[in-house]
Every structure is written in C-alpha cells, then in structure tokens.
C-alpha cells in the first residue's frame, strides 16, 4: 500500500524528534511507506468505541544519510493518527494537514500521545486479529487479562524508544529504530518471562511486521508488565550519594541511604538473570583466536575514539597493555548478556531489582547483540555506574579547595563500597571467585566501556566528560 505523504511535515517532525539519532548529520527523508492498519475493534470485551472517523497507521520512513561514497539508511517507525477533523486535545502532536491517498483531506498527528488511537493498540493486543489491511501480527503470551479499559500515558523522558504506560497494568514500548530480524528485547524478555525469572518485567505481547513481498520480519512493539512500584537504580544511587555529602564527617556505611545492600542484591539479581540466559540461549567457547579478535576490537574502538576524543592519547599505552593481557587467556565462555547494562536500566520494585531494556549497545547492528559475550561485560557497566553516581553529584555540588578534596575522596569511598558489595555478591551468587582470567576480561571490558563513555559524552554530553576521563586518570 503506497500513499501521498506531505514530506517536508514528516520530515519537520522526525528531526525534531527526541528519539532520532541522527541529529546534527545531513540527511533525508528518501521514503515513506504505509505497512498496515490497526484494526477496529469487534465490540468483544471493549467498551469503548474509537471515534469513527479515526484511522490508526504504520508508516516506516527510510532516512537517508550523505556520507563520503556510500549512502547510509535507517528506518524509523512512524505511528499516525488520521483524523477528518482537528483534535485541539492532542494539539501539541500535529504533524501536518494534507491530502491522504486513503482518507481524504485529514489532521495527522502522532498517535502515540492519542489515547484513542492508543486504545486501538491496546485492543489488538487483547484479542490479535487476523493482519488487517497490512501485514501486522499481534502476539501475546499467556497468563495476565490485559485492563482494555486503562488509558494511555506517553513517557516523557525515553529516548531511543517510545513507551505508554496503559494504566497501572501495562507499558507498550514502541522500537522507532527498526531493523529485521529478531529484536534482543523482544526475544530475551520472552525467554526470561517464559523461565519465570524475577529480574525483569514480564512480557505480554509484541508486534510483528511480516514483509509479504521479501517475507522479511520487522519486530515493531512489545507489550509488558508495568512495574506500577517501581524507583529508577540510577535515582536511587544519587539519593544515596546526596546522603553521603550531607553528612561532613562520616564514612558511608554510617549514613542513612548507604547503597550497598541495594548493590549487594543488583549483583545477585545479575548473576541470576546470567544464568537463566546461560540456560536458554546458547553458550558457546572463545579460543585463543578468538580473544586476540576481541583485544584488536577493543583497541580499534580505541583507535576511532582518539578522533573524537584526542585526550585519551595520553591514556593510550596503557589502555593498549590492558587490552593485550587478553591475548594470554586460553579460553573464555560466552553467553547472551544484557550487553548495555548501567544503574540506568534497574528497577527497584518492592519486591527487588528489575533489569529492563535489553537490546545492548545502541550503536551496535541489532544482529551483533544476539550474539554471544562475556558476562563481565554486563558486571563492568554496573561498576561505571557506580563511579559515574558520586562523581555527577560531586561535580554539581558548591565549594572548592579542601572541600572539593574532601568530597572527591568521599566520592571515590561510595564508589569503591558499592563495587566491592556488587562484585562479592555477583560472584558468590555464581559459586566461584574473581579469578584471575576473570579479572584479566573484567578489566579489558572495563577499560574498552570507559573509552565507549568518553566518546558518548563528548557527543551528547559535553560537560560530563571529564568523568571518564577522570576514571582514566586515576588508575595511572
Ligand atoms: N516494565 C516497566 N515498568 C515501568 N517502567 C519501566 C518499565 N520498563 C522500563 N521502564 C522505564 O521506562 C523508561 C524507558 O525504558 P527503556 O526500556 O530504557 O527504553 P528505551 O529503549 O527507550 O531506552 C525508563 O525510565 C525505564 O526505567
Ligand atoms: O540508556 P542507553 O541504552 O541509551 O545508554 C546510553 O546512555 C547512557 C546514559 O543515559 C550511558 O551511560 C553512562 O551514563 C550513565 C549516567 O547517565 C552511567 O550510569 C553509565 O555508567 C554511563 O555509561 C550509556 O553508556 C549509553 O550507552
């Protein structure tokens, strides 16, 4: 199904959108095209009925980027709202007004803040139809009655992905970056509900697009358990720094809010989600190769990341040596891991921690991150984490000289206290010490995170890279 678009809207939007990655690059819009409709509900368990004169689409824009020879392309999903009429509730979600090939003269706006075209959403994940008009799959897993009667909230602060909250019992996470294949999110999250594990949110359902002309599957949504009591791992840990520098004098452990228990339980909830993914998804064994391959991956990440970040030169021998140190293992097992885990995506719940967003490195090819790793690079990101909390706090807090000296050292005790408590629980979780092989990988994923941080906060956050860089000068 082809239609007129009105380009230069859709493309005013996508570039304005929290979500586009692409921002600050030449590019654009080189197509647009309609993939399905959502369809109306049959009346069966649904009260409410959409507006009549509402069409729900999904478009997939392929944006095009200008690069030295080869052209570039992603493309994002796009869920629209047709409306005959304007809706001055959604106002703020207008795309455009233009002439649709399909419904005449419409008020188009992203659906997503739409409740009703939300409702419509909600409604095939209850009772999946047939593909409609398109090629749309809606899949559940048994196991929770969806409340078809819970209205939708749009998340405020996502960024690579969309998310509604559907009351208190659900939150749809709409992938806008999509690629075929399997999306890790997708599968993982299916695997460890299926496995009964709980570490994370269960899933419910997720969206297929099957490309009848290439019979190529794009994963386009997932549905999952909202965890209604949940406070974000990263919120938590700043709290818990705050205590810590309203205190003048004490150690941490003496101060209310002390992290490390809540660290303690992060590292057996980790070593408890790597084994249920040991069980599920294939482990493999890396040779001697294989290791030289990764010490090489590490420090041609190295190598690109001087270009962006000319500072870790003087980091660069030593950097190196850690990376080589790889090359004297024999063999090392790898596993699916979470592959971009930070306190960022943990959740505290009251009844324990939940790891959430499990599609791995956003700058990675979305086939790479199903591929197997080391779990210490999961235990690495935790430990960045825990040095990035004091640091952001430290670094916005008032008062220099032997004050700042002060809390700097504070800074570095908080650190210190909760990877230790994180590490030991991880590792007794798992039945086995840090070993020196495992302290040898440990160390080469930390190092290669803290050069990937470097060059993410030069891009996105200039005046929070002085805290990789400063992590790389203390271990001179
Ligand atoms: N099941 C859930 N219940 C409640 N909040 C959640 C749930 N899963 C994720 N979140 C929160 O939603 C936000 C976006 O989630 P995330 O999976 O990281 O999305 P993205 O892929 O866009 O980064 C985060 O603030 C996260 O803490
Ligand atoms: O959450 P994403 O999957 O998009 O991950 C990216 O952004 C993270 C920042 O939000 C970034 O994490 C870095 O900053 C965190 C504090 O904001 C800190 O807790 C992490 O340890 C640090 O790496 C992550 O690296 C990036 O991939």
Redesign the pocket.
Known sequence: MSTEHHTSEITGWISQARWFAGKGRDWELTSLRRVGELPRPTGEGQTAQPPPELHVVIDLAEVTYATDGEDETDLYQLPLAFYAEPQERISHALIGEWDDEDFGHAFVYDALHDRESMALWLAAFAAPPSPVRGQLEFHRLPGHDLDVEAHSTLFSGE??NSSVAFGEDSLMKVFRKVTPGVNPDVAIHRVLTEAGSTHVASLYGWLDLVDEDTGTTFQLAMLQQFLRTASDG?DLALASVRNLFAEADLHAEEVGGDFAAEAARLGVALAEVHADLAAHFPVEQRDAADLGHLAGAMEGRLDAALDVVPALAEHRTRLRATYDQLRGLDQVEVQQVHG?L????TLRTVRGWKIV?F?G???KPLADRLQPDSVWRDVA?MI??F???PR?VAMTASGDGPEADQRNYRASEWAARNRAAFLEAYTTQRGEELGSSARTLLDAYLAD?VV??AV?EAR?RPG?LSIPLAALGETT
């Open positions: 960024q690579s990263w971009d930070h306190l960022g995506q967003d599609e490195e956003p700058a990101g960045r984490s040095d990035y909390a952001v995170k990937y941080e993410y996105n929070w």
